[in-house]
């Protein structure tokens, strides 16, 4: 299977169904309560963006260091750094689909009780996550070899989550319902398609670089751990982004002049 035929089966056309979806939803005008309904293009096209500036310099790394390999005759050859072009176009399409499944969801679930600020839930939360970072920086470096993958998997992906965290952990935990569904589902079925990539030789994953941890005999635990951290960073992006509370949050602060935690 070639990685252009991998996305056009398992990417392309999920989107196409989850965006005839959501223009069902807005003809019959359903609405996004507690979100800026009016912000969602344009934070759907930061993430985007997002994502390809953010994912760039660790994609290379892990191709460059042979974490990765592509099949060089499932891919077209054009070639940006040591990554392909079909890798890139992935990091798009993602986004993209998991802010459309992100999106369906936002329509029909709502939090449960009011919401209570929580700032104790804030530090507690930040400070686990820079522990946890500082554990996955020195195994890293460690050079541990079948640490690899998993390491620098979160050594790049923490950074990103723990300000998210530090602005509004307690406005994603209001939206545990909504923030759990949009990373399980999806997380599960891109960890499932990257197993027909495995097994077509479309892309394969070094096995002294990674724990040895398999499921289903073919897919190593850092794979899944990868998809499952790119829907945490999306879904919670897009619920802290245009969640009414964190616009009122952010406003409070720039009140503030910045001044201390928001």
């Not at 196409?16 to 005008?29: F, G, K, P, T």
């Not at 979100?35 to 963006?49: E, P, S, Y």
């Not at 390999?69 to 990554?83: A, E, K």
Request: charged share 15%; with cysteine.
């Amino acid at each position: 299977m070639t990685y252009f035929g991998f996305l056009f089966w398992f990417v392309f056309i999920p989107i196409l169904i989850m965006l005839a979806i959501s223009l069902r939803d807005e003809r019959q005008n359903h609405a996004l309560p507690g979100f800026q309904k009016v912000m969602l293009t344009r934070i759907v096209l930061i993430h985007v963006g997002l994502a390809l500036v953010y994912t760039t310099p660790w994609d290379n790394y892990l191709v460059a260091t042979g974490v990765w390999s592509y099949n060089p005759h499932l891919v077209t050859g054009i070639v940006f750094g040591w990554v392909p072009l079909e890798e890139y176009i992935f990091f798009v399409v993602e986004t993209i689909l998991s802010a459309l499944w992100w999106l369906f969801l936002a329509r029909r679930i709502s939090p449960m009780g009011e919401f209570k600020a929580d700032k104790r839930l804030v530090m507690l939360s930040t400070f686990a996550l820079g522990c946890a970072w500082l554990f996955f920086v020195v195994l890293f470096f460690s050079g541990w070899k079948p640490g690899t993958y998993l390491s620098i998997t979160l050594f790049w992906a923490l950074p990103a989550i723990i300000p998210q965290f530090l602005f509004g952990a307690d406005i994603l935990w209001y939206y545990r319902r909504l923030v759990l569904l949009a990373i399980i589902p999806l997380g599960v079925y891109l960890s499932l398609i990257d197993i027909v990539a495995l097994k077509a030789t479309t892309w394969s994953i070094s096995r002294e670089q990674t724990t040895g941890i398999l499921f289903f005999g073919a897919l190593p635990l850092e794979e899944v751990l990868f998809f499952f951290i790119t829907n945490v960073l999306i879904g919670f992006g897009m619920t802290l982004m245009l969640s009414n509370l964190s616009q009122k949050r952010l406003a409070e602060w720039r009140l503030r002049e910045y001044k201390g935690l928001p």
